[in-house]
């Protein structure tokens, strides 16, 4: 069993930026990647970024291309996910999973474990 904890959601200002964090109780070899997901009120969950822990390449929804970064630290096991120029329609529950095998990374179906979500609210 693996737990995740996400940490830095809050209210921020449109344009603001905030920085969230996902420390992972575990790692093994067969735990290939981590990913923000993030729902919104009344919408289906969807996938924000994704990295792998070996390597460390990333992807992006479309939507936070130039905006977002994901980034891991190894040795802490854990990942973060930096928000910049924050939008209004970026308000959501934002997500931590961790997958492993194989499988696309935009997809949460293929994540294994999840953790409890962080609130980010974005205020115009």
């Known amino acids: 069993q693996v737990q995740l904890v996400e940490s830095g959601g809050g209210l921020v200002q449109a344009g603001g930026s905030l920085r969230l964090s996902c420390a992972a109780s575990?790692?093994?070899?067969?735990?290939?990647?981590m990913g923000w997901f993030r729902q919104a009120p009344g919408k289906e969950r969807e996938f924000v970024a994704a990295?792998?822990?070996?390597?460390?390449?990333?992807a992006y929804a479309d939507s936070v291309k130039g905006r977002f970064t994901i980034s891991r630290d190894n040795a802490k096991n854990t990942v973060y996910l930096q928000m910049n120029s924050l939008k209004v329609e970026d308000t959501a529950v934002y997500y931590c999973a961790a997958k492993y095998g194989s499988g696309r990374y935009d997809v949460a179906t293929r994540y294994d474990y999840w953790g409890q979500g962080t609130q980010v609210t974005v205020s115009s």
């Open positions: 575990r790692r093994t070899f067969t735990n290939d990647a």
């Open positions: 990295i792998r822990w070996s390597g460390g390449s990333t």
